[in-house]
Structure formats: structure tokens, C-alpha cells
């Protein structure tokens, strides 16, 4: 089935530094990718989504472009802050016939941001 | 922003028990799902609801799991006699129709 491997953490940066998060996928078909985020405390947030090969998700500042030929999905921030600390979660949407769909995840990847 | 509610935060429960977990989705959304995740571990497909009906659900769902919605704005997982690996963080989610889902903050079950 479709797999979603994420970069293992924790990830501990400074305020300011450049952050990536790699993530790589399998899917048999054409899923859309997403990254969601998980601050202390509040349920997942959709971060920012991509829908078909090179195309760039962005919002807050983060971005990641859906690479069809590396099936990968990297989130970047060039300038973190304290408040980005949080999970982030690489997913990738399925489609199974009618209305079924879901998303399938990685494991999460804990940011700490140090001011 | 509209937000999925989770109740309660954290559960304890003794192995054999039932316990239900209790979501309340965003209101004008359609479709509902539980996710768990346990420690270290992804994030878990367990089931998804629509149109009053189990649509799909994991190798993980079996006969000790169960979904309702008993009155049109909960919606609540069941899981019939515990056991020890049931624990993780379970999360509700809905969405209207679209891609996004809205997660609700989770509810950490630990099993004794």
C-alpha cells in the first residue's frame, strides 16, 4: 500500500536557521501530499498542500514542492522561529473507489526552536 | 476557525475494559474519521464514516472496535475490551468534502 517515511527527529534548531524536513513517499497513483503541523496541545493543522507533480505548497513561511521524480515532498523554512516549534506530519491522500478517502501519514517529526 | 472537539483528554482504563471515546465534529461536515497514533510510531488509519456508515476501515479495526453517530453532531469509538497495545492518542477528524481535514486535539488512552 501507499507509505508516507519522514525524517526522524527531534530536530533542534536556532531562531533564524534554515530548516528541512525530508519526507519521501510510495503510492501507486497520483495522491496529493500535505504537510500538517501539531502544536502543544491542539489537534493537527493542515500547513500547506501540493495537488500534482511540481507544484509548491507554502503558508506561514514553510514550503515544499511535490517531486514526482524523487517522490518526495521536503518541507523548508528559511528563517524559523520559537513559534514554530511542533509536530510536523508528511501525509499523502487516497482515493479508494466512491467517497472513500483518507490520508496516510509518517511518524512525525518534533521541531524545537531555541530562541 | 470551526474545530473538531475531543473529550476526554486523557483516559485510563484497566485491560478488559470498554471504554468509548467521544468526538464532536465541525457541524456542516460530512465525512468522520478516527486516527490513532501509537508512541514512536505513524499516525494510523483506523476508520472512516459517511452517510451514516462505516465507507472504509483498517486491518486495525476489528470486532473489538465500533463507530456511532447517535445523535447527529457525536460521534464516538468504542473499543469493546481493552487491551495493553490500545494505547495511543486517538484522533477524530471531519471534513465537508474536499481534501482538508480537521483534526480534533486527540485523546491519550493509556491501558493498564
Known amino acids: 500500500g501507499d507509505s508516507v517515511t519522514q525524517m526522524e527527529g527531534p530536530v533542534t534548531l536556532s531562531e533564524e536557521a534554515f530548516l528541512t524536513i525530508n519526507c519521501t513517499y510510495t503510492a501507486t497513483g497520483y495522491p496529493s501530499l500535505f504537510w500538517y503541523v501539531q502544536y502543544p496541545g491542539e489537534g493537527l493543522q493542515l500547513l500547506l498542500k501540493a495537488t500534482k507533480a511540481d507544484d509548491k505548497g507554502s503558508n506561514k513561511g514553510f514550503e515544499a514542492t511535490y517531486r514526482k521524480e524523487t517522490t518526495s515532498f521536503h518541507l523548508e523554512k528559511g528563517s524559523v522561529q520559537v513559534s514554530d516549534s511542533a509536530v510536523y506530519f508528511c501525509?499523502?491522500?487516497?482515493?479508494?473507489?466512491?467517497?472513500?478517502?483518507?490520508?496516510?501519514f509518517g511518524k512525525g517529526t518534533l521541531l524545537t526552536v531555541n530562541p | 476557525e470551526p474545530e473538531v472537539t475531543q473529550t476526554p483528554s486523557h483516559q485510563v482504563t484497566q485491560m478488559g475494559q470498554e471504554v468509548i471515546l467521544r468526538c464532536v465534529p465541525i457541524s456542516n461536515h460530512l465525512y468522520f474519521y478516527w486516527y490513532r497514533q501509537i508512541l514512536g510510531q505513524k499516525v494510523e488509519f483506523l476508520v472512516s464514516?459517511?452517510?451514516?456508515?462505516?465507507?472504509?476501515k483498517s486491518e486495525i479495526f476489528d470486532d473489538q472496535f465500533s463507530v456511532e453517530r447517535p445523535d447527529g453532531s457525536n460521534f464516538t469509538l468504542k473499543i469493546r475490551s481493552t487491551k495493553l497495545e490500545d494505547s495511543a492518542m486517538y484522533f477524530c477528524a471531519s471534513r465537508q468534502g474536499g481534501e482538508k481535514l480537521f483534526f480534533g486535539s486527540g485523546t491519550q488512552l493509556s491501558v493498564l
Open positions: 464514516f459517511y452517510n451514516n456508515e462505516i465507507s472504509e
Open positions: 501525509a499523502l491522500s487516497e482515493r479508494s473507489g466512491g467517497s472513500n478517502y483518507k490520508l496516510t
